[in-house]
């Protein structure tokens, strides 16, 4: 073969925010404030910071390599610690505070933390955990000396950058190198370690602005919801340096009237975030009978984005919906479910029908389907199977954990995803469900996903999940937990009409229950293991 002659220069995270000063340097970036009020500043203010912080943990003592830990809301101050963190080679490692503490304490000792910085927010849970916390040498508040919590030992960011020099010279190293770690939720074992490489981070930003390139761009925002302590706010803040892409943190306030605030003041052209998010906004938008202005656009990942939901954002309120679909191990990005522009003339019903669907792979992933001995099954739209996924932006193993990774991949080096899908001739991704929540029916498997968006499309249903119950004849039967929209009152027989009308015989739910609320999990999305523990002694009326 022969070797082409151009240059191999690292592709390093240092580069993106160097581009973004300089550059992009009078884009603005805006956080609501953990202290309350908002924080105005550029790109290029935003490098200088991050060039003090880089300074100021190099002098703290931390070295390439080593694991710095963050306990934050969206805010500038996590942002500045992306960057300054990787930028000298160390670790960022984002943690989700609304882990167990069992799990929080397993992973800062896993990933041996040697420091952590925290929102104030955030001291009452430090403190509580702190004893078993072995490896972390400093704790660091993210605030300033006027808002510093009284306690012995804690430094204070601004006290800490501000003696430093906001001039830095990255050091250059391996692009292979580790830049990022973030656990995956854990709804079974220990919570496992996505460890991204600066590689790895920056070909995933390529690969989103390139596939969602309507958000993106200098004169467009995008406002986050998305926490940067999951998945790295699936990439935007990469995505956006390399775009000029103004971001705006909405800190610790994410109800839906203050996301509606926010966006409105600000003029957010898009929000990235889970389905139960925008239950919060859309609830918002509904009292006050309009969108906030400049929204265009809603970027719905993390789990299926229910049928109703899209019509409602695109029909009442002319915002457009794109429905994203990944993992913690994708970096996240692995499908994106914009339209081509055949499919952009259908009738409205027709659009809808193809947005709830995942979407077609990113450049730079690639799909494979298999059957249970493992067999690749074709991509008609009819064959379903595991999902299998490879690519730059991929996992090839967890960090410390042998038999996670030996699990994870098939002998010829693809990921598992533990998903069921479908993929259509023209590449178009359909999840059928997570496998461990496909219900097992007389032999057959029935989606709950299928089944909760034909629930959800009864305007008395503010949300709803699909569980499955054991029984001894057919091994599980589906039953819908649903939560009624406020002032509604749909009846059981309604709901079961309604399923009739689009399910056949054997998937409609053997019972409706009404709750006040579904569990919520760690990253925002409906916990359905939380759920069946709390459905452990529910008997299906058939066996009462
Ligand atoms: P996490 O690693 O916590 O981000 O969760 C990843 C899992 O969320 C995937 O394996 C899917 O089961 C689910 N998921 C993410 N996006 C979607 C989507 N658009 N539709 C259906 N499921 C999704």
């Given at each position: 073969m022969l070797a082409g002659m151009m240059m191999n220069r690292p592709l390093l995270i240092s580069n993106l925010i160097d581009f973004a000063g300089e550059v992009y340097g009078t884009i603005p970036m805006v956080s609501q404030t953990v202290e309350g009020g908002i924080h105005r500043y550029t790109y290029s203010e935003s490098r200088k910071r991050i060039a003090k912080l880089a300074n100021a943990l190099i002098a703290m003592g931390i070295k390439p390599g080593d694991r710095v830990a963050t306990l934050a809301w969206n805010g500038y101050r996590h942002f500045e610690l992306y960057y300054a963190i990787s930028g000298i080679g160390a670790v960022c490692h984002t943690i989700n505070p609304r882990l167990s503490p069992e799990q929080f304490i397993y992973i800062v000792n896993h990933a041996e933390d040697t420091a952590l910085f925290f929102d104030t927010t955030f001291l009452p849970l430090v403190d509580k955990l702190k004893a078993h916390w072995k490896p972390i040498k400093h704790y660091v508040a993210m605030t300033d000396k006027a808002h510093m919590p009284d306690v012995p030992g804690l430094l204070c960011y601004e006290t800490l950058i501000e003696p430093a020099s906001d001039q830095i010279?990255?050091?250059?190293?391996?692009?292979?190198?580790?830049?990022?770690?973030?656990?995956?939720?854990?709804?079974?074992?220990?919570?496992?370690?996505?460890?991204?490489?600066?590689?790895?981070?920056v070909l995933h930003a390529l690969y989103s602005v390139s596939s969602i390139n309507m958000a993106f761009g200098a004169g467009r925002s995008i406002l986050p919801v998305v926490p940067l302590f999951h998945v790295n706010a699936w990439g935007l803040p990469y995505s956006s340096a390399i775009t000029g892409t103004s971001l705006i943190f909405p800190g610790p306030r994410l109800d839906g009237p203050s996301l509606f605030e926010l966006m409105e003041l600000e003029?957010?052209?898009?929000?990235?975030?889970?389905?139960?998010?925008?239950?919060?906004?859309?609830?918002?938008?509904?009292?006050?009978?309009?969108?906030?202005?400049?929204?265009?656009?809603?970027?719905?990942g993390g789990s299926a984005a229910p049928k109703p939901m899209i019509e409602t954002f695109e029909k009442e309120y002319g915002v457009t919906v794109i429905q994203g679909w990944g993992m913690t191990e994708m970096s996240p990005l692995g499908t994106v479910g914009h339209l081509l522009p055949a499919?952009?003339?259908?009738?409205?019903?027709?659009?809808?029908?193809?947005?709830a669907k995942q979407g077609r792979r990113v450049y730079g992933v690639e799909l494979k389907l298999v059957d249970e001995e493992g067999n690749k099954l074709p991509h008609d739209d009819i064959a379903s199977g595991e999902l299998f996924v490879r690519g730059n932006a991929i996992?090839?193993?967890?960090?410390?954990?042998?038999?996670?990774?030996?699990?994870?991949?098939?002998?010829?080096?693809?990921?598992?995803?533990?998903?069921?899908?479908?993929?259509?001739?023209?590449?178009?991704?359909?999840?059928?469900?997570?496998?461990?929540?496909?219900?097992?029916?007389?032999?057959?498997?029935?989606?709950?996903i299928d089944v909760?968006?034909?629930?959800?499309?009864?305007?008395?249903?503010?949300n709803c999940a699909v569980i499955g119950i054991p029984h001894p004849k057919w091994t599980e039967r589906p039953v819908l937990v649903a939560v009624k929209a406020p002032g509604a009152n749909p009846t059981k027989e309604e709901i079961d009409k309604l399923l009739d009308s689009k399910l056949a015989k054997w998937q409609l739910p053997d019972d409706v229950i009404f709750v006040e609320s579904l569990p919520i999990g760690p990253t925002g999305k409906v916990s359905k293991r939380d759920l069946r523990t709390k459905f452990t002694d529910y008997k299906l009326p058939d066996l009462k």
């Open positions: 010279v990255w050091p250059e190293f391996a692009e292979t190198a580790a830049a990022a770690l973030c656990y995956t939720s854990g709804t079974t074992g220990d919570p496992k370690g996505a460890l991204y490489s600066h590689r790895s981070t003029h957010a052209s898009g929000s990235w975030g889970v389905p139960t998010v925008w239950m919060g906004l859309l609830a918002e938008m509904k009292k006050r009978g309009r969108k906030p202005v400049g929204l265009k656009h809603v970027l719905i499919e952009e003339d259908l009738d409205f019903n027709d659009r809808v029908e193809l947005k996992v090839s193993g967890y960090f410390k954990n042998e038999g996670a990774t030996s699990r994870a991949l098939d002998k010829d080096g693809w990921f598992g995803t533990g998903d069921v899908a479908r993929v259509a001739p023209n590449g178009m991704l359909t999840i059928v469900d997570r496998t461990k929540d496909l219900v097992k029916s007389g032999g057959e498997w029935i989606s709950s909760e968006n034909a629930a959800m499309a009864h305007p008395g249903l503010a």
